[in-house]
């Protein structure tokens, strides 16, 4: 199937993600057209750039019209406020599709607004990508390369022909597509994705807190605190959606987390702590081979 039924994309957030996608269509596709649509300053930066060919930053309206694909890459709050203004205006055939990181409340949403006897259609998808640092300025073409894109939808959702043109679209940007389920991703994500974001903060906050006059102990820290720490400098504004739509999931990880520690402590002054040691080396393993 041709990715030629996508000739006209419109990106509702040019930051990190929409700011990349628009330059990886750019690197590694031809012949289409990008519009974006956000805050004033942020789609002239993404313009300056070359990352899109149009910009908007008041009227959706003139945003949507005649986009083949809508890809909305904003937070997950605004991308529930405007989800209703997306079906209304969108047009016929048009193929909508989000890249939050949750995505239950989003495709709950979508059923509402996206009605099953509309031409338009909706395709959650998350990619697995993404850096501490947000914006326009971070964004980059390869950020979505060799990478797991996660993509929701039933079965017919998934032969689709606007759905499989966008795939193939993934495909060329270097992104790996992985069809599942909403709950399987958010507690996959949950487990896999913001736990380690939560636990970087609490290890970050619990550090600053014990600085002392000389800066110690963090006059001490080597390349390994900083490698352990990255996530850390996500901001809060980035994650505050996520934590609120993703609470149950990551509550039950922080308690069962909260006993590995425990468990961990215990163990001190004993060898069985090997075996963790073992388990979280395969782990480290297995992820340098994916």
């Known amino acids: 199937m041709s990715t030629h039924l996508i000739n006209r994309v419109t990106i509702l957030g ?7 996608f628009a330059l990886a269509l750019r690197k590694y596709t031809t012949g289409i057209h990008i519009t974006g649509w956000d805050r004033s300053d942020v789609v002239a930066d993404a313009q300056s750039r070359g990352a899109i060919d149009a910009a908007f930053s008041t009227e959706l309206t003139p945003a949507l019209q005649n986009a083949d694909l809508v890809y909305i890459a904003l937070p997950i709050g605004a991308t529930l406020d405007l989800l209703p203004e997306v079906a209304r205006l969108a047009a016929p055939n048009t193929l909508v599709t989000d890249a939050c990181s949750t995505k239950l409340r989003i495709i709950e949403s979508a059923v509402d607004h996206f009605v099953d006897d509309a031409t338009q259609l909706f395709l959650g998808g998350h990619p697995m990508a993404g850096r501490e640092l947000s ?12 990478n797991t894109y996660a993509l929701i939808g039933a ?5 689709d022909l606007r759905v499989t043109a966008f795939v193939k679209i993934l495909e060329k940007i270097g992104a790996r597509p992985l069809w599942l389920g909403a709950q399987q991703h958010d507690y996959a994500v949950g487990l896999a994705s ?5 636990a970087a903060v609490a290890l970050a906050s619990f550090l600053y807190d014990h600085l002392d006059e000389n800066g110690l102990p963090i006059t001490l820290a080597g390349p390994g605190l900083r490698d352990s720490l990255r996530l850390a400098g996500s901001p809060y504004s980035t994650w505050r959606d996520i934590v609120l739509t993703n609470k149950e999931v990551l509550s039950a990880a922080l308690d069962l987390f ?14 069985d702590l090997e075996a963790d040691f073992d388990a979280a080396n395969e782990l480290y393993k297995l992820l340098r081979s994916l």
């Open 14 to 20: 040019t930051g990190l993600i929409g700011g990349s």
């Open 135 to 146: 914006g326009i300025a971070h964004a980059d073409a390869d950020l979505f390369r060799n």
């Open 155 to 159: 079965s017919a959702e998934q032969h």
């Open 194 to 198: 913001h736990l380690p974001q939560l």
């Open 258 to 271: 909260a006993r590995r520690l425990d468990d961990l402590r215990e163990r001190l002054a004993s060898r």
